[in-house]
């Protein structure tokens, strides 16, 4: 996943801005996605946002660690077309197609992680299906033959045990 992320290195320098405080919080954000703290990460872009609405790089960061931030398992419902259309509406240069294609391959990704996930999943179920069957064909053996056996003692309780 990290690999995924080398793009948002350049976020800072393709929407910077001239208040060092907001370059502070894009390149910290910056930062703590490369280091896979998103939860820090989506902080310092809310921030960086809360600082500059009009700056198209504080949206991005903020759609790119809420992916980041969701499990695979949860991220079929993540939404953040709305960070990324806030952006788009704020940058028309062609920036903000390699942030949009970086989005979409962050969420590929995790798709393709769940699926793989989901498809162990089935077949670990279906290996544990075949164990149970065949252990219950062995139990089903074992009942007989202890009726068997039981049946040719003496003893009624042997016998009463043996059928059961």
Known sequence: MKELLNPIRTLEKDYHSQDPEFVS???FGESLLLS???TSATEQFNKAIELDTKNPGGWIGRAIAEICETSSEEIFSVNVDEYLNRAKSLDASEN???YTALACGLIAFKHSSAIKSHIQLQ???LANKKVAQA???V???MAVLGGAIASNSKGTFSKVVGYS
């Open 123 to 125: 077949q670990q179920a």
């Open 135 to 137: 252990n219950a064909i």
């Open 25 to 27: 919080k894009l390149e």
């Open 36 to 38: 896979g703290d998103y």
């Open 96 to 98: 903000i197609i390699k």
């Open 139 to 141: 139990g089903g053996a």
